[in-house]
């Protein structure tokens, strides 16, 4: 089936420490892992994504990282902000004609 | 200012009501989505159409009517809610449907009474 799984659902840090979030998708066909962040009252803007055919991926502060043999994904913040707290989704696609999105992490970055 | 515009913000219906909610996007995307966000489901989609063409309907009851007269808008019409359909709305555009980056606007808030 069609499936993401995504953990923690919740995630409290102090700033400055890393942030890791984890998701797994059922799809072995998938090749394209976005990343987005939703902020209170917006909706999910997206971060940063990678495709199938590479393994890493980093954009300053924010890295992903792809393990497409064991068919998950995570999502790597270093140097954590009061800023960064929002809500995190991952996603896969399906069938070349959708996105499937995890369940959400609620990153809380304390100062 | 992502460029997917969605009205109203916020709204609220009786079960008997009929509305609809509307998108608009100024980005030339190909692909526009409606998605449900609760807290039972945080990001449930729901509708997909591309080059105006519905591709997708994910098992949604027939209360809920979308219509995509060409690319640029989407609409959501509704009647004879429930409570449980209260959420957030959110629509949200892409160049290509599963393959690109999506746009979303900020959704509407609805209420169901």
């Known amino acids: 089936g069609e499936n993401v799984e995504q953990h923690p659902s919740t995630l409290s840090v102090q700033e400055g420490d890393s942030a890791v979030i984890k998701c797994t998708y059922s799809?072995?066909?998938?090749?394209?892992f976005p990343w987005y962040k939703q902020e209170l009252g917006k909706g999910p803007q997206l971060i940063i994504d990678?495709?199938?055919?590479?393994g890493e991926k980093k954009d300053q502060r924010i890295a992903v990282t792809l393990n497409k043999t064991a068919k998950h994904f995570s999502l790597h913040i270093t140097e954590t902000q009061p800023e960064d707290s929002a809500v995190y989704f991952c996603?896969?696609?399906?069938?070349?004609?959708?996105?499937?999105f995890g369940t959400g992490t609620r990153l809380q970055v304390f100062p | 200012e992502t460029g997917v515009t969605q009205t109203p913000r916020h709204l609220v219906m009786g079960m008997t009501n009929k509305k609809s909610l509307k998108c608009e996007q100024h980005?030339?995307?190909?692909?526009m989505y409606w998605y449900k966000q609760s807290a039972k489901k945080p990001l449930e989609l729901m509708f997909v159409?591309?080059?105006?063409?519905?591709?997708e309907n994910n098992s949604v009851p027939s209360r809920f009517s979308p219509e995509c007269p060409n690319s640029s808008h989407l609409f959501l019409h509704l009647h004879t809610l429930q409570p449980e359909d209260s959420a957030l709305y959110l629509c949200?555009?892409?160049?290509?449907?599963?393959?690109?980056?999506?746009?979303f606007g900020p959704g509407t808030r609805l209420t169901v009474l």
């Open positions: 996603a896969a696609n399906f069938n070349t004609d959708k996105l499937i």
């Open positions: 949200a555009s892409s160049q290509d449907p599963a393959s690109d980056e999506q746009f």
């Open positions: 990678i495709r199938s055919n590479v």
């Open positions: 799809d072995s066909a998938s090749n394209y």
């Open positions: 980005l030339g995307h190909n692909a």
């Open positions: 159409y591309n080059f105006k063409e519905q591709t």
